[in-house]
């Protein structure tokens, strides 16, 4: 490791450093709250942020493990962003425990620390190694509630399907390896150019089973069926940082795991994402339809959007200029946002009355908090994709996309998809709005998790109504990208 | 068109009614009145004192880089359809934002001492505020989009302050008529954009696809769209402007508070249309057909909305068809070609129609609400600024030498003859009946004998001078607001015409600019081949046209003073008011005229009902509930129903189970992956 590489991805190395203090802090300091330790967080993210915001160092870190460009400055971004809000979150929810759960500060931490290096990565190691990091800090918070038996119950499923799934990714670089002779992204790349791979079996297992990893942590179907049940059972913070985090993490190393095979080969496999992508949204949503539970109605969403969000893997192709990787970022921010909304409401009515999150219980919430309603539309209104709310221009950029690149049916198909979701994310709006309260709905009021909300929705309809500037951080973001191939 | 100098204040014309609006709008009856007033006043008072700054700056420039830009946001980018968020000042915006905010300020002065009792005074100056913002938008737009939220915009206040009164159901429903009619016209609106866009996207650059600049640097593009965009715009227009056949809604509109009337109604948003045309005049000089169906639907509807006029009883109704047949006389002009023409009229129409509504709010608000003109009368030595300001509005109307219409009337009528004498007669007809049903309207309403109830008649008052001093400037406007196109063989100079001229530089030849610049029509003519005939008109007629020009200008003097006299006559000699109409123009007419031509009911029967029955008996009870809810609401659940028992099979809670289920996958896709790749 030299000065260099060290600078070059200053960002990680400024969070991990954050996890590390908030660790000494609750070690040596015994009165430390959990407002200390959010402050300490807070310090060192925004300190992680400048550093990425800055950076216009661009270059290959540790012998071609990791790059620092404006894909992983625009991910980074993103990864901050949603970490400082799970904090916001957070603080607040475990602070009503009988023990303060400091443990929730570090994790997240650490978790932000692996999804950067994913977004970092050009090498199938490196890959690995970031989605591991993640991965267990997230299986830890999952469980974070000891005392809960839907906890413990969210975070061994996870871990068990997780390790299930991490051996696939894992074998399936193994046998990339074997059959490109390189771990390092664009050595493969160069290498498949090569006469014989479009019939090699090797190369083409090795492909799908790293799909397959990745797919599980995108809640693809049918590997998508820990999430209603994780996403249910886990803290409501820590969900919302699962559907936000987990997700645009996942998609980064999948954007830079797909350029390198696609150019190639994209014709052999590409139908089959299709199909995928088709699959996943229309289960997602159908499903979504029935549930009674917002937490798991989301998780559901989760899972459409993800579909959403393949299609865009579908269209994309790396050049400077691509409209599908550019709306991918777009649509990952935006969908980070929106979700934390969504689940910063969860947390509003679940820290004071357990985890009581029917849909029922949102009846009449107009009534005793229009501000927070208010929020509430705009999460449900950006995440139906209705316009003027952020979530319009990232279905827009995505299925413009598809369609000029040819995929008119699967556009199609989205949008049918998007009609039908209409219904249930709407439903949470009439029930705020046009049902009269029940007696036990919910009445306190969080200040830190109202604040969130607000900043969220005004981020979403400022997005929504100006998406300009975003849509220029995403292009840049790509550009990156297909220069380093 | 000159790219334009940066000019970042323009922001802030359109950020200070928004300011207001927002402060109004939220902070509403904690408010005092006085700070709602003044909040409301301020702000459109400060964004004319910045419009008077771009227009002198604007003036400081050479004539061909008359154009200031104030870039704001990339506001759609969306692959090859590139649309940014601009404003831009150029002579003809500049005219209309001194139009929007001058008036503007006078009306909202007004409202203050109209509506001083209504308990939603701070609503009624957040919506005011709030129009003023959207129609500034509108003007300052530098690309049709940005137009069409400003378009969209107007219209939503427009029915906000129809409705305002809502209590009344009537008031809501006239407001719920101009939402619906305008959804017509903005649907013709958005087709002709789209026509547009799909031209435009993807030959252009990466510039602002939409922006006038570059449509107007790109003709030969909208060449193949001209006639269909053309067509829907104007359809578009028809809905705003209130022509044929969409003008229904203006005269139910009155159902608005007065100064709503006299800002939105008559002087600024209804003219949006006329704008609007004269904005895309380098798309319609490229289509013969849209042109002729404009001029052709502006006369028929000056004609038609006259004629009704000529009946009504409520002050406010024949206010409104003037309105109506006046702007009917800005498409004439518009579809003549003399865009110029056009926007004159929109000026001076706005002075001196402001000030009648205005003035007919003076007298609503003395006669406790009451709007029939049969229960007036006399009110000339109760409120004598009212008479005198209304007095000096009707001889502008009427086109009477020196004051304001006639100077944009008589250009008008001559730009309608040269295209065609026929245009001319019955434009000249028109100009006949409204200085006919206007001296009909100052008879009945401040001559004779007072017919008011005895209790109304002990109130009667002058307005108080908040009221009284917006009509004294505007009459005075009125009065000079013509001077600035005083014509050439009247040996004045046509200032407008050479301000506006920068902007229509493309119609060159087109009819519109001719007077005078015979030597500047034959640069045109080389450059744009549909205007060659036009070109060839100009020259044939400039011989005489100065001859021409002061026969027709006699013409109309006469024609305006005859009829002015004979309604006054008429209507002072005759004793029963209320039949006299009937006994002059026999049963059957009067019928016709006073049934507004049965329009409204012919709507009712031939699209509002056949809707009706269709919505009821086909959508609803056929598609709505054996479709919709039978077919797919139910049968969907039912499938639902099924999957969820599936899905509850597999998402049981067990893990081994969701390992299966990703086994599967796994399975499925090593079986196509080998099948393919080995």
């Known amino acids: 490791m030299t000065w260099s590489d060290a600078s070059l991805i200053a960002p990680i190395l400024w969070v991990t450093l954050g996890g590390v203090a908030v660790l000494m802090t609750d070690a040596f300091w015994r009165r430390a709250g959990t407002g200390h330790l959010t402050a300490v967080s807070v310090v060192f993210l925004t300190i992680a942020a400048i550093y990425a915001a800055r950076s216009d160092a661009s270059g290959s870190a540790f012998a071609g493990a990791l790059a620092a460009d404006s894909f992983s400055a625009f991910f980074n971004l993103t990864f901050i962003v949603v970490a400082l809000i799970t904090l916001a979150l957070g603080s607040s929810y475990f602070a009503d425990e009988e023990q303060p759960l400091v443990e929730f500060f570090p994790l997240v931490m650490f978790a932000t620390v692996g999804m950067m290096v994913m977004a970092a990565a050009t090498d199938m190691i490196t890959i690995f190694l970031g989605l591991e990091t993640m991965s267990i800090s997230l299986y830890v918070l999952a469980a974070l509630q000891r005392r809960s038996i839907l906890s413990m119950e969210a975070g061994f499923k996870y871990l068990i399907l997780g390790a299930f799934s991490?051996?696939?990714?894992?074998?399936?670089?193994?046998?990339?390896?074997?059959?490109?002779?390189?771990t390092h992204l664009p050595t493969m790349a160069t290498a498949i150019q090569g006469v014989g791979f479009d019939r090699d079996l090797l190369f083409w297992m090795g492909w799908g089973f790293l799909l397959v990893g990745l797919g599980f942590k995108i809640a693809m179907v049918p590997f998508h069926m820990w999430t209603p049940d994780v996403y249910d059972g886990s803290p409501a913070p820590v969900a919302g940082f699962m559907a936000a985090g987990v997700k645009a993490a996942s998609f980064a190393a999948m954007l830079r795991v797909v350029w390198t095979g696609l150019p190639a080969l994209g014709d052999m496999w590409i139908d089959m994402l299709v199909v995928f992508a088709v699959v996943t949204m229309t289960a997602g949503n159908l499903i979504a339809l029935a549930q009674s539970n917002l937490k798991r109605m989301l998780a559901y969403s989760a899972i459409a959007h993800a579909g959403y969000l393949l299609v865009g893997i579908v269209a994309t192709t790396p050049s400077m200029t691509d409209p599908a990787a550019r709306g991918i970022l777009f649509y990952l921010m935006v969908y980070a946002l929106m979700n934390l909304g969504a689940f910063a409401l969860i947390t509003l009515v679940s820290s004071r009355e357990g985890e009581k999150v029917d849909l029922a219980g949102f009846a009449g919430l107009a009534r005793r908090h229009p501000v927070i309603s208010a929020c509430v539309t705009v999460f449900m209104l950006s995440l139906a994709g209705i316009p003027p709310t952020a979530g319009f221009w990232g279905k827009v950029y995505v299925f413009e996309a598809a369609v000029r690149d040819g995929h008119t049916v699967l556009a199609v198909i989205a949008l049918l998809n998007s009609a039908v979701a209409m219904f249930y994310y709407l439903r949470v709006v009439v029930l705020m709005y046009m049902r009269e309260p029940e007696d036990e709905a919910y009445?306190?009021?969080?200040?830190?998790?109202?604040?969130?909300?607000?900043?969220?929705?005004?981020?979403?309809?400022?997005?929504?109504?100006?998406?300009?500037?975003?849509?220029?951080?995403?292009?840049?973001?790509?550009?990156?990208?297909?220069?380093?191939? | 068109m000159h790219e334009g100098s940066p000019a970042e204040f323009l922001r802030w014309i359109v950020l200070l009614p928004l300011i207001g609006f927002a402060i109004n709008g939220l902070l509403n009856k904690r408010l005092p009145r006085a700070v709602s007033a003044t909040v409301g006043v301020g702000s459109v008072a400060g964004a004319f004192v910045l419009s008077v700054m771009a227009f002198l700056k604007l003036r400081a420039l050479p004539a061909d880089e008359r154009v200031l830009v104030d870039h704001l946001f990339s506001w759609i980018p969306v692959g090859e359809l590139n649309i940014d968020a601009g404003l831009m000042v150029d002579p003809l915006s500049a005219c209309m934002i001194l139009l929007v905010t001058g008036v503007g300020s006078l009306i909202h002065l007004y409202s203050v001492g109209y509506m001083a009792k209504d308990e939603g005074f701070a609503r009624f100056f957040a919506y005011l505020n709030l129009f003023v913002f959207a129609m500034l938008v509108l003007v300052l737009a530098d690309s049709l989009p940005l137009l069409f939220v400003g378009w969209e915009g107007v219209g939503l206040c427009s029915y906000l302050l129809i409705g305002f009164w809502f209590q009344d159901l009537a008031n809501s429903a006239a407001g719920k008529k101009a939402f619906v009619v305008n959804r017509v016209g903005d649907f013709g609106f958005l087709l002709g954009m789209f026509f547009i866009a799909e031209k435009l996207a993807g030959q252009v650059g990466d510039g602002n696809v939409l922006g006038f600049a570059?449509?107007?640097?790109?003709?030969?593009?909208?060449?193949?769209?001209a006639t269909v965009a053309g067509l829907l715009l104007f359809l578009g227009a028809t809905g705003k402007s209130a022509q044929i056949p969409l003008y229904v809604w203006l005269p139910d509109a009155m159902a608005g508070p007065t100064p709503v009337s006299a800002l939105i109604h008559a002087a600024t948003m209804v003219t949006a249309g006329v704008y609007m045309i004269a904005r895309m005049n380098f798309l319609y000089v490229q289509t013969e057909v849209a042109m002729g169906v404009i001029a052709v639907v502006g006369l028929l509807t000056a004609l038609v909305a006259a004629t009704i006029a000529l009946v009504q009883t409520d002050i406010k109704k024949v206010l409104a068809y003037s309105t109506v047949s006046q702007l009917g006389y800005m498409m004439l002009a518009c579809g003549v070609g003399a865009f110029a023409v056009g926007i004159f009229h929109v000026l001076t129409h706005a002075f001196f129609k402001a000030l009648l509504f205005l003035g007919a709010g003076s007298v609503i608000h003395a006669m406790h609400h009451e709007q029939d003109m049969r229960s007036m009368g006399g009110l000339r030595s109760v409120m004598p600024w009212t008479f005198r300001t209304m007095f000096v509005a009707t001889l502008a109307i009427a086109g009477v030498f020196p004051f304001a219409g006639f100077f944009s009337k008589d250009e008008i009528l001559y730009k309608a003859f040269l295209?065609?004498?026929?245009?001319?007669v019955v434009g000249f007809a028109v100009a006949a009946l409204t200085a006919f049903y206007m001296a009909r309207l100052m008879v009945m309403t401040f001559f004779g004998e007072n017919r008011a109830d005895a209790n109304t008649k002990s109130h009667l008052h002058e307005s108080p001078l908040i009221m009284t001093a917006p009509l004294m400037v505007l009459a005075v406007l009125s009065v000079v607001g013509g001077w600035m196109g005083w014509p050439e063989f009247l040996g004045g100079s046509n200032w407008l015409h050479h301000w506006l001229e920068p902007v229509f530089a493309g119609v060159g030849a087109h009819g519109a600019e001719v007077v005078g610049h015979v030597a500047g029509a034959t640069q045109g003519v080389a450059t744009h081949a549909v205007d060659a005939s036009h070109a060839a008109d100009a020259l044939h007629t400039g011989g005489h046209s100065v001859v021409t020009e002061w026969v027709l200008a006699l013409a109309s003097l006469s024609v305006a003073l005859g009829s002015l006299w004979f309604g006054f006559t008429v209507y002072t000699r005759r004793q029963s008011v209320a039949t006299q109409g009937q006994a002059f123009l026999g049963g059957a007419p009067h019928r016709l005229l006073s049934g507004k031509y049965f329009v409204d009911e012919l709507y009712e029967y031939a699209i509002i009902r056949p809707i009706g029955w269709l919505s009821d008996n086909v959508l609803w009870r056929f598609v709505d509930a054996v479709i919709i809810d039978g077919l797919l609401v139910n049968g969907v659940a039912r499938f639902l129903a099924m999957i969820g028992h599936v899905v509850r099979i597999l998402q049981n809670g067990l893990v081994r189970w969701y390992a299966y289920s990703f086994a599967v996958g796994v399975f499925a896709m090593l079986i196509y992956l080998t099948r393919k790749g080995g």
């Open chain 1, 443 to 485: 009445t306190g009021l969080d200040p830190q998790v109202g604040a969130a909300m607000v900043v969220l929705a005004v981020a979403l309809l400022w997005i929504g109504l100006f998406p300009g500037p975003m849509a220029e951080l995403a292009r840049q973001g790509v550009s990156a990208l297909a220069g380093s191939f």
């Open chain 1, 166 to 182: 991490s051996a696939f990714l894992l074998y399936g670089m193994a046998l990339l390896y074997g059959s490109t002779g390189s």
């Open chain 2, 419 to 424: 295209e065609s004498p026929l245009l001319w």
């Open chain 2, 214 to 225: 570059t449509m107007a640097a790109h003709p030969e593009l909208l060449a193949p769209v």
